[in-house]
């Protein structure tokens, strides 16, 4: 009846050990001061105390509870038996009312998770998890990437946003001896690497990576939670290497030296696939899901889309920087816009130039923002079962949400799959399909304007989009207002 407290970015570490009594323990939540624990055998759920590890007071739920999960307010309790019910109690122990049976098949009801992001729930079960609606509609499944057989026992949920979340990274100018900055989008440092230089900033989000570029064309591949960790290192050739992008699969630099071109790099062994003129010097680069935004380096350098043949697709506008030169790009995918780098300042502005604001760099040294590149915090979340589980499905966003006319839906695949993109409402009707077929690797961007098969608009309200990949899914939920 041992609980471990662990390092959340390095769970192998114990922190401390706690032994609560019991008889025998199963899936556990937290409610922000207390761990509940569902004890099997006694028929109870426990409420602990982290600290000791004494049971403040427990209830009986009326079967035998297996699965724990804390949805903010209430606790929700797996029945543990084939299709159990999950019901919903207060803290005291009083049932609310709200309850379904399992959607397992005939499995026995698991481990809980609440997710945050949607107001949904997770089931483990026999080899499987299960994501369903707080009423039991079934959204989608997925297998254990492990094939051992393994019952579902304990279930979490990681939702709670992180601190470097919707941050901005920022370059430091052709040298080492600048510190790396991670800033949040009014130019607040959020932490460091020291002594390392990054003409360029790169960021795989799928395998929780990223690159730093130097203008002597090294490019380092590092660990996103400890960036001072250099897990490989690529040496592509080029003359003077400058920002950086990732689609998904590729890395995207500048090559601001040698004819000025853009390159396209394999992260695996760093050689250069392909490479184009965007006629004139570039300098920033950014992945905006479907195509890349370049900036040109010279004094309000132009602002310039391509599509990944090389082929401009028509959107530019003048680098709103008042008479500074452009330097790093970074795409913001939570409203579809972008940032530009230039001396001792970011700039935010709309893809028609049109500037919305800006931030000083913290660092007061001068330097011209060349790398700079914006960590995603919703963008692109993994699919259930982690990247070993599957490398096909890496991402499923929607934006803006709430949406009034339309929304983007944004998926990344690893590699090209077989690809369904379908959108139901609450009560499980398939509304709308937007893709349902082969999808090419990378990003693609979908659109939903809240209207059904026939063209008809939906009523305002709660609405589900789920992907498929090989059997894989992923779900988000999304609000139509009016």
């Keep these: 009846m041992q609980i471990t407290e662990r390092d959340l970015g390095a769970p192998a570490t114990v922190l401390s050990t706690i032994s609560a009594p019991g008889s025998f323990g199963e899936d556990m939540a937290f409610d922000g001061t207390f761990i509940w624990r569902a004890d099997v055998s006694a028929g109870k759920v426990q409420k602990i105390n982290p600290a000791d590890g004494s049971v403040v007071s427990d209830f009986a739920p009326g079967f035998s509870p297996l699965g724990v999960a804390w949805d903010g307010a209430h606790l929700w309790v797996s029945e543990y038996v084939a299709d159990g019910v999950v019901k919903q109690f207060d803290t005291a122990g009083n049932p609310t ?7 397992l098949a005939g499995k026995l009801a698991g481990g809980l ?27 989608g499944s997925f297998s254990v990437p492990t094939p051992d057989g393994r019952f579902v026992d304990g279930l979490e949920f ?32 959020l932490r460091r690497v020291n002594s390392t230089e990054a003409t360029g900033i790169a960021i795989d989000p ?6 730093f570029g130097t203008s002597g064309l090294t490019v380092t591949s590092r660990d996103l939670v400890d960036p001072g960790t250099v897990v490989a290192t690529l040496n592509p050739a080029g003359s003077f290497g400058e920002d950086m992008a990732f689609d998904g699969t590729y890395l995207w630099r500048a090559d601001v030296g040698g004819g000025g071109n853009l390159q396209k790099i394999n992260p695996a062994d760093g050689s250069v696939l392909f490479q184009f003129n965007p006629g004139f010097a570039p300098l920033g680069v950014a992945w905006d899901g479907s195509h890349l935004w370049v900036s040109q380096f010279t004094v309000d350098g132009l602002v310039k889309q391509f599509d990944t043949a090389g082929n401009p697709t028509g959107p530019q506008f003048t680098a709103p920087t008042g008479g500074k030169d452009a330097g790093g790009l970074a795409w913001d995918p939570t409203d579809g816009t972008l940032w530009i780098g230039t001396f001792g300042e970011v700039i935010h502005c709309a893809t028609d130039g049109t500037r919305l604001g800006s931030f000083a760099v913290p660092e007061d040294d001068g330097r011209f923002v060349d790398g700079l590149e914006f960590q995603s915090g919703t963008s692109l979340v993994g699919v259930p079962g982690g990247p070993r589980g599957s490398k096909d499905l890496m991402a499923l966003t929607v934006d803006p949400n709430p949406f009034r006319n339309s929304v983007r839906v944004s998926v990344q695949l690893a590699r090209s799959a077989a690809l369904a993109l379908e959108v139901f409402n609450v009560k499980g009707n398939r509304i709308a399909i937007l893709a349902n077929g082969q999808a090419a690797a990378g990003s693609r961007v979908y659109r939903w304007d809240a209207r059904d098969a026939r063209g008809r608009r939906q009523p305002a309200g709660v609405y589900w989009v789920k992907a498929t990949v090989d059997g894989r899914q992923l779900t988000r939920s999304v609000t139509f207002v009016r």
Excluded: M
């Design 206 to 211: 799928a395998s929780n990576r990223i690159f």
């Design 158 to 189: 990681q939702g709670v946003p992180q601190k470097f979340d919707n941050s901005l990274w920022l370059g430091t100018d052709n040298t080492f001896a600048r510190p790396v900055l991670d800033v949040d989008r009014a130019g607040h440092e």
């Design 113 to 139: 998770a609440y997710d945050l992001t949607d107001g949904t729930l997770w089931i483990g079960t026999t080899a499987e998890v299960v994501h369903c609606t707080a009423t039991g509609v079934r959204l």
């Design 97 to 103: 009312g709200n309850q379904f049976v399992s959607p």
